[in-house]
């Protein structure tokens, strides 16, 4: 069989098959790049109230030291550690499920993790309105800012059971929806730190009226992208979807 040199018309032609491919595969890669941006931002946004967590549990496990806003720990430890553990499972296993990529790689993993993400997300809700209710409140803790712990806590509660019940009915969009709030509210110790930070950096510790709108306004902060990021899939989502033309006939007549 005889093998001809390829000529120039022939070798246009190999590289145009070529070049489909070739994007193909650099756009495959940009997107699972782009993929893992969110779970590592909200990895990030967490970091700092997971290693905060994890010095208090060093600190209960050594015996100290005991200061005036960690005595109420050391007399009741259960409650923090609980809460602790349940948040630090909740930020990470919750991060990782708006990995979109993995959730299709490994859909099994996605429901495995999911069934840590909600019990641990509710224990951490309750063992928070637990100490709002039961631990001795510090001096800047004012009326206003237990009110809003009490509040966003109960939220959280709710959009995590509504979350479970909505995938249980096998409806994706609302368990999705339900979830980014839940976990949008549970995120909230991370951008308190954003919010209230710099207000201690210029001023130095906020007083009770300040210090509850601040920690407020990083949980109302997140809600507003969590209900921004639910309305942009729910948009996606819509436009995707093949429209009807009604009245209009492809047959010939």
């Known amino acids: ?20 491919t070739l994007a193909r595969s650099d756009s ?3 997107n699972r790049r782009a993929g893992w941006l969110v779970p ?20 209960l496990a050594g015996g100290g030291p005991i200061t005036q ?24 296993l919750g991060a990782l499920q ?9 859909p099994a993993w996605h429901r495995a993790a999911g069934r840590l993400v909600v019990p641990s997300g509710i224990v951490s809700a309750f063992t928070g309105l637990w100490m709002t209710l039961f631990y001795p409140h510090l001096a800047n803790d004012s009326a206003l800012l237990v009110g809003l712990r009490l509040v966003f806590g109960t939220l959280m509660i709710v959009s995590l059971v509504l979350g479970f019940a ?12 339900w979830m980014t709030r839940g976990y949008a509210i549970g995120m909230g110790a991370g ?16 007083g009770p009226l300040p210090r509850a709108l601040l920690m407020g306004a990083g949980w109302v902060i997140n809600l507003v ?15 995707r979807r093949p429209t009807a033309r009604v009245g209009v006939s492809s047959r010939p007549r």
């Open 225 to 239: 992208v969590a209900e921004w990021a639910v309305r942009r899939a729910s948009g996606s989502v819509t436009s």
């Open 166 to 177: 909505a995938i249980r009915r096998r409806d994706v969009a609302r368990h999705r929806a």
């Open 191 to 206: 951008t308190q730190l954003l919010t209230v930070g710099p207000w201690m950096a210029l001023a130095g510790e906020p």
């Open 40 to 59: 590592a931002a909200l990895i990030a946004l967490s970091a700092v109230p997971v290693i905060a967590g994890s010095t208090r549990l060093g600190q």
């Open 98 to 106: 708006f990995a979109h990529g993995l959730r299709r790689r490994r």
């Open 28 to 30: 495959s890669g940009r």
């Open 69 to 92: 806003d960690s005595v109420r720990y050391f007399a009741t430890p259960a409650p923090v550690v609980a809460h602790i553990i349940s948040v630090t499972l909740f930020s990470v």
């Open 1 to 20: 069989m005889n093998h001809r040199p390829l000529g120039d018309h022939d070798r246009r032609m190999t590289e145009s098959m070529e070049r489909p």
